[in-house]
């Protein structure tokens, strides 16, 4: 069955930077998009982007641009997540989710704290 | 992009009917007949349950059903059972190739 493994929770100072690792299972990597979504303490669900494991191609949201990296390793079948210059604000549970237009499989989630 | 409009909460008694809305614009939802609708259940990952509207993955209840008129989407719930008891959040693409969500929606089975 498709999975979706994430890596482990994180704490960053503001400034800094955080990675994020999905490893997918149980469907040809290759053929799908990783999109990432966060969800704030209390709050609602936030698309970051996209990246294409076929080709590598990224869509991503405007309010994100220039601090959000997102790449595909198909020899390791996994996507990873690089959000730099981390404010409080930042403060999540990253997901990541295969699809573009839906998500039909969800990591587990890895939150993430910025905190001074 | 602004987020989709969706009601803050809807309570109903087991065995009943609900429908829950999503408004957007003709950037999003008005254009596209991708619309998709996710049940979160708490401190869990979200669970896709309608996609492109009206389409149901594998393995969800038939109790769950999906419309769309306009620039709004709505998810229907049947049947209600306790295990309905969640938050629900509706998606959709949109015209600048992106992804907006819905506030969310607490339901609660009475």
Redesign the interface.
Known sequence: QVQLVQSGAEVKKPGASVKVSCKASGYTFSNYWISWVRQSPGQGLEWMGSVSAHDGGIRSAQKLQGRVFMTTDTSRRTANLELRSLISEDTAVYYCARGLKSFDSWGQGTLVRVSS | ?S?LTQPASVSASPGQSITISCTGTSSDIGT?N?V?W?QQLPDK????VI??VSDR?SGVSNRFSGSKSGNTASLTISGLRAEDEANY?C?S?TT?????????TKLTVL
Do not use: C, E, I, N
């Open positions: 992009q987020a596209y991708y998709s996710y990952a979200p669970k896709l996609f492109d993955p959040f998606s693409h600048s190739a992106t992804v907006v969500f819905g506030g969310g």
